[in-house]
């Protein structure tokens, strides 16, 4: 169960990295500096640079450090020559966009956007410095460069000036070599001469983003030790994701089987089962408190800023659930200036393509011929989706406000379903002082939705559910409470954060037959963490440490097994956990390694499972300027949820007075695994398109796996003897053994101009090969995974995996009109659940005809009527495939959506 690490050289590593501080003597805590040569006797030098940046380098600037609004930065200058320089100037030269606010220093505007500061006389080898205030405009499409300065002669050539354009916290993003640096004019008399050099404002690029979760502070994506991806707001927007597994089901590696996520095979299709995916909003979890599942539709897209995905093992960090990777949603921050959005999009489903077929009698003579789409077969108008939001942000003084609301209505394509919601959103924070902030997020949402499990048939019987089934109608409250306190001491490199979460989770389950009864589930969360952060700029070092604790109270919940002490179906589960992590960066930060550790107790009724301490292991190695290894191992562990423990429900199905149940588990153990994978990033450039090439191995190895397994289960020992409808037949969940999952991922991203064609491009490939590693055929009633395609050898396949994934997305603009393209490309699941294929519909035959993979393709085109007024359509399912992800459940025919967005 337990993987057997060295843990002597563990401890060793964790040593050295700790006592990393006290063996370096003479290191000094510098700022950044920029030399103009190694071998430079006389020169002043300057660099601005923000204040949190050190290092004991002296040959890099952080020349490229995205602003925050209403943010205080450093300039510091040393004149590193044997004289005395007098009747010292200098200029900074702001971007249009970029106003100083105050300053510590003294000067005076000789020009528009052009300060004069009267630095004086500077001693030889003196260094000072002066912290200026500046705001900045609110576009998160552009990032702002801050301005640096050189004294002395200036270099004979430009590419021989050592200056790196560095990210916050990261190095090496750009060149100056590459980037558009200006040089401008003379800025000071004798005895020595500075110029001035400029980064223009531009639009951002994925070289600019910064990566929070794996590190839990910003560094760039290239630093990171594991594989990751983000996705910004714009893409958000742009791929008109009303959902947030919408927007996810665009990256290379992760895939969405009907509400279920999976990232590189750690996750089939499992109903109702718990996430191994750790779903967090704003770095706190954010997982049904019952079920350990994720509602979609809750995440408020309106608000996102960006979405960071960690691929593999994250337990070390983020606890039980992250098992199979790491999912955190930013949300935005109120900017320096008012902001209100609003936006309303409207769409249509179309028929789909092979939408009339015939009718035949038992001996399969045609007497007749009806529609797929039941709507033009009952002569009613085709479903529709539409919806909107509203978000409005402002700042009142040390006050930051953002609020939102949002409306959705969609009638599915699938008979009889649909989906109505409404959420209502507000973010406070309060600035007490520079160092300290305290905050208030809230989320509340109201929905109602009625989904089908499976299809009545093939033919045109897909769009319709089993008359004599049951189709599930939900009402679900949902309402979040978040407060927070952040403490941060620039100066001794010190963040304490307090933060805490309220989740609240209401559900009411009806089926639409009068003889079922309603099923309630009635959850609440409470989650609680304080978290430190140390820098030692001497060493190169950060450490983070915290503790955090979870309470998951169920009450009143008729979906889960009846207590027989107290006849309640009353449920409590607590959690609790200590954490560090050690980041630490070696030979002038080519050398990037983190450490983490966790040990954890988690309590369920009465039972009480603590796991040993969880490891992370991960270095990230600069091998030339533009090409960075990474490797990575950590360990991963999930308990099980109270629904996968005591569920105890049933579906009424097959036209008949039967039930299929979902049966408790009282015995089901957690499951533990670990990841380990290689990774390599290259950059590349393209006239002025950038980006980057990776590529990545890994293997996920999974124990005690957790399953729902059908079979044959005895009415005393699961518990159920007291009701009468119960055969001993249904879905329980059951360790099922072993796991193994290995697999290769190759990505290309980037943006920029292909000769005067902007091009934003997102492509990668995915291959999996996952099975068990155990005989599942031991199970009670279970056999194989079966598929038509299956040979001699292939029975010990996971089930609901894709062996072969492509996603890809390019963007192209002219003038004020985008247009985009999307595919993505799932091989034939060949793995599912036996029984299925003897209960469900023609769903045999139906493999049995589509034994393929299926290309979807979407389109987009966007045309801006001004900067803040954009309308947008969009196809998806360009080509009209009949297609499934999750087999018995069609995936949507052609439809068409639009969407208008007014900001001001």
């Not at 529709?384 to 409005?392: A, K, P, Y």
């Not at 050690?582 to 796991?611: I, P, S, W, Y």
Request: glycine content about 6%.
């Amino acid at each position: 169960m337990r993987l057997h690490l060295p843990y002597t050289l563990l401890i060793t590593i964790s040593l050295i990295l700790m006592l990393q501080q006290a063996i370096v003597v003479n290191a000094q805590t510098t700022d950044v500096r920029l030399e103009a040569s190694k071998s430079q006797e006389n020169g002043l030098l300057q660099s601005y640079v923000p204040s949190r940046l050190q290092s004991s380098s002296s040959k890099t600037v952080a020349a490229f450090s995205p602003f925050t609004s209403q943010s205080q930065h450093t300039v510091t200058y040393c004149n590193n020559s044997q004289r005395t320089a007098e009747q010292v100037v200098v200029e900074l030269v702001f971007d249009p966009t970029v106003t100083a606010v105050r300053s510590t220093q003294t000067y005076q505007i000789a020009q528009n956007r052009l300060y004069q500061y009267q630095l004086g006389t500077i001693k030889a080898g003196e260094c000072l410095s002066f912290k200026i205030q500046i705001s900045y405009k609110d576009d998160r499409n552009l990032v702002a460069g801050p301005t640096h300065f050189i004294a002395d002669k200036p270099p004979l050539k430009f590419k021989t000036l050592p200056l790196s354009l560095n990210n916050l916290y990261g190095k090496n993003i750009l060149t100056a070599s590459t980037q558009s640096v200006y040089i401008d004019e003379l800025i000071m008399d004798n005895p020595y001469k500075a110029f001035q050099l400029r980064l223009p404002y531009r639009e951002k690029s994925l070289a600019d983003l910064l990566f929070y979760s794996e590190y839990k502070r910003p560094k760039p994506l290239s630093l990171q030790t594991i594989s990751a991806n983000i996705i910004t707001q714009n893409q958000v927007e742009q791929w008109n994701a009303i959902t947030l597994d919408q927007a996810l089901h665009k990256l290379p590696g992760l895939n969405v089987l009907d509400n279920q996520l999976d990232i590189w095979g750690g996750n089939g299709f499992a109903y109702g089962s718990g996430s191994r995916v750790q779903m967090l909003m704003n770095d706190l979890p954010i997982l049904r408190g019952d079920a350990n599942y994720t509602d979609w539709n809750f995440f408020p897209v309106e608000l996102i800023d960006q979405v960071e995905v960690m691929k593999g093992a994250g337990s070390a960090l983020y606890g039980s659930a992250a098992l199979n990777g790491v999912i955190n949603v930013k949300t935005i921050k109120a900017g320096d200036k008012p902001m209100t959005k609003v936006e309303f999009h409207t769409g249509v489903y179309q028929a789909p393509s092979n939408n009339m077929v015939n009718i035949e009698d038992e001996f399969g003579q045609v007497i007749g011929t009806t529609k797929k789409a039941w709507w033009q077969e009952e002569a009613t108008l085709p479903p529709t989706i539409n919806g909107g939001s509203l978000v409005h942000s402002r700042k009142i003084g040390r006050l930051s406000l953002v609020a939102a609301g949002h409306l959705e209505a969609d009638q599915s394509w699938r008979k009889n379903e649909f989906e109505r919601r409404g959420r209502l959103s507000t973010q406070l924070s309060y600035t007490i002082n520079d160092r300290t902030e305290i905050g208030l997020n809230t989320y509340f949402q109201k929905n109602q939705s009625r989904h089908f499990l499976a299809w009545a048939g093939k033919d045109h019987q897909l769009y319709r559910h089993w008359e004599d089934a049951d189709i599930i109608t939900t009402n679900g409250n949902k309402l979040v409470v978040d407060p927070y306190l952040t403490y941060e001491n620039e100066e001794q490199g010190i963040l304490h954060k307090v933060q805490a979460r309220y989740y609240k989770n209401d559900v009411l389950n009806k089926a639409d037959q009068a003889n079922r009864s309603a099923k309630s589930s009635f959850a609440d969360m409470y989650y609680g963490e304080y978290q430190v952060q140390k820098e030692l700029a001497a060493t190169n070092m950060t450490i983070i440490g915290g503790v955090n604790a979870t309470l998951n109270n169920v009450s009143d919940s008729e979906l889960y097994l009846t207590q027989p002490d107290d006849n309640t179906n009353n449920y409590l589960s607590s959690n609790v956990a200590l954490f560090l992590q050690v980041n630490k960066a070696l030979f002038r930060d080519r050398l990037n390694l983190t450490f983490g550790a966790r040990m954890e107790r988690n309590k369920l009724q009465d039972l009480v499972d603590t796991q040993l301490p969880t490891f992370k292991l991960g270095a990230n190695y600069e091998l030339t300027k533009s090409t960075r290894l990474r490797a990575s191992f950590s360990e991963g562990y999930r308990f099980p949820s109270i629904a996968e423990k005591y569920i105890a429900t049933s579906v009424a199905v097959f036209n008949t007075n039967s039930e299929i149940f979902l049966v408790p588990n009282k015995e089901l153990q957690a499951e533990t695994g670990w990841n380990a994978a290689l990774g390599i990033q290259q950059n590349i450039r393209l006239f002025d398109w950038q980006g980057y090439v990776d590529a990545s191995i890994f293997a996920n190895q999974y124990n005690n796996m957790i399953e729902f397994t059908f079979g044959n289960y005895d009415k005393e020992l699961v518990g159920l003897s007291h009701i009468p409808e119960y055969q001993g037949f249904g879905f329980r969940s059951m360790n099922v053994g072993d796991a193994v999952v290995t697999g290769a991922e190759l990505s290309l991203a980037g943006d920029g101009k292909i000769g005067y064609v902007p091009m934003r491009v997102m492509v990668g490939y995915t291959y999996l090969n996952a099975r068990y590693r155990t005989d599942v055929e031991t199970l009670p009633l279970q056999v194989p995974a079966a598929g038509p395609n299956l040979e001699p050898g292939q029975s010990d396949l996971l089930k609901y995996r894709f062996k072969h994934t492509f996603k890809g997305d390019i963007e192209s603009k002219y003038k004020s009109m985008s247009l985009g393209i999307s595919a993505n490309y799932n091989s034939f699941i060949e793995g599912i659940d036996p029984i299925f294929n003897l209960l469900i519909p023609d769903l045999m035959d139906y493999r049995a005809d589509h034994n393929h993979g299926n290309w979807v393709v979407n389109a987009r085109l966007t045309y801006h009527f001004s900067p803040n007024t954009r309308f947008s359509a969009h196809v998806n399912n360009l080509l009209n495939k009949e297609y499934t992800l999750r087999p018995a459940l069609i995936e949507a025919p052609r439809n068409f959506q639009f969407k208008y967005v007014y900001e001001f």
